[in-house]
């Protein structure tokens, strides 16, 4: 059975790790929450450790054909776009390595002119001597166009559904590929059947209700988990954040709501990777490190050359996907407009040393490809 008709049927039809998954989802009271998360931060210990998986985002381009109402990268917006080259990634790169990070996720709007197959290929060769693991966050591909950046090294393959509720989807989604919503369904299994070790999935909460898109959340975490044995998978959890554009979370979720979530993942599935960015405050990012998640970004940037400035000498501005000649000329100092805003600013230093008076390790490193060369 494929994933698509267990979403469809999900309102009326439930295995029993859902069904568990689903009434740790209900309204708690203090007490009922806080013995939820004594639970789940028992079960992180057990399964990993105490330890912290720390990466940090490369973008490469905010080039994109899609018209996503809540993106920055939308089509639809007049911002300034650049697509890095091959040595401006590499460089980028190289500041990132100078931090310490050795697990990069290289990220893009979705635009076959400005990234390719053969593009990201070359990118990703050109990273492997810094970088021991690198993941994709990208347009859908079939599994054809996926093998070949998995020859080039890349290991892992994130793909968020955004939001499971098919009505909603469509009213977000107005133009582009990005439109077919079981297109995108299918990404995960469609990268498995290439060879990413690693598989993330996620679903951005505040599109629809937080606990309808959880639920089918946790489905299709139960799904992969059988379809795709072979791969580690991983489930993220961000909230929408202010972008241009300026969408408004139709269904907001709050702080209590997401350490609920958090803590209701780890219970139903211990051994699952949890992934956190920079989207949340510091605060609570630092709370729910001691709940259940195992893998954070830190010192991010949402926007194409963000840490070192790279291609600022061909910025340009689109509107409705075209370039437009700039009513005032673009400054030296203007940067390409980054896809949201983050909220913890934090260096991934002050974050590694949070972590250790937290009691946990930052892990900069946990595999290496020569694991499985021959």
């Known amino acids: ?31 009922q929450l806080d013995a939820l998360a004594v639970r789940a931060r028992e079960l992180t210990f057990r399964y990993f450790g105490r330890t912290m998986r720390l990466f940090a985002p490369l973008y490469l381009s905010n080039e994109c054909i899609n018209s996503c ?65 690198i993941a994709i966050e990208v347009g859908p591909m079939e599994t054809e166009e996926y093998t070949p950046i998995v020859i080039a090294g890349a290991e892992g393959l994130v793909v968020y559904q955004e939001t499971y509720n098919r009505a909603v989807y469509a009213e977000v989604h107005a133009i582009g590929p990005k439109r077919d919503f079981d297109w995108r369904l299918r990404s995960p299994e ?20 937080w606990r309808e898109d959880a639920i089918a959340l946790a489905a299709h975490l139960e799904y992969l988990l059988k379809r795709c044995w072979k791969s580690s998978i991983t489930v993220s959890v961000p909230r929408l954040r202010p972008a241009a554009g300026e969408f408004r979370p139709l269904f907001p979720m709050n702080d209590r709501d997401l350490v609920q979530l958090v803590a209701a993942l780890r219970v139903t599935f211990p051994q699952v990777g949890i992934v956190l960015s920079t989207r949340e405050h510091a605060e609570l990012r630092d709370l729910l490190t001691t709940v259940g998640v195992t893998m954070m970004s830190a010192g991010s940037h949402t926007e194409p050359g963000g840490y070192t400035h790279q291609g600022r000498a061909h910025i340009h501005r689109t509107v ?50 020569a694991l499985t060369e021959t």
């Open 1 to 31: 059975m494929s994933f698509t008709r267990v979403l469809d049927s999900i309102g009326l039809e439930r295995s029993d790790t859902v069904s568990s998954f689903a009434s740790l989802l209900t309204p708690k009271t203090d007490e």
């Open 69 to 133: 109402r809540y993106c920055g990268f939308s089509r639809e917006n007049s911002i300034l776009r650049v697509t890095l080259s091959v040595e401006e990634v590499v460089k980028e790169g190289q500041h990132l390595a100078r931090e310490g990070f050795r697990q990069l996720l290289l990220v893009a709007g979705e635009h076959p002119k400005f990234v390719s197959g053969d593009y990201l290929a070359e990118c990703i060769r050109a990273l492997r001597h810094d970088f021991s693991s």
């Open 190 to 209: 469609r990268g498995y059947d290439a060879g990413f070790r690693r598989i993330g999935i996620g679903a951005l909460f505040g599109l629809a209700p």
């Open 320 to 369: 409705r996907g075209r370039i437009v000649p700039p009513e005032v000329p673009i400054a030296d100092s203007e940067v390409a407009t980054g896809q949201f805003e983050i909220s913890d600013s934090r260096s991934p230093q002050e974050i590694a040393d949070i972590l250790r008076r937290q009691g946990l390790e930052p892990v900069w490193k946990d595999w290496d490809m």
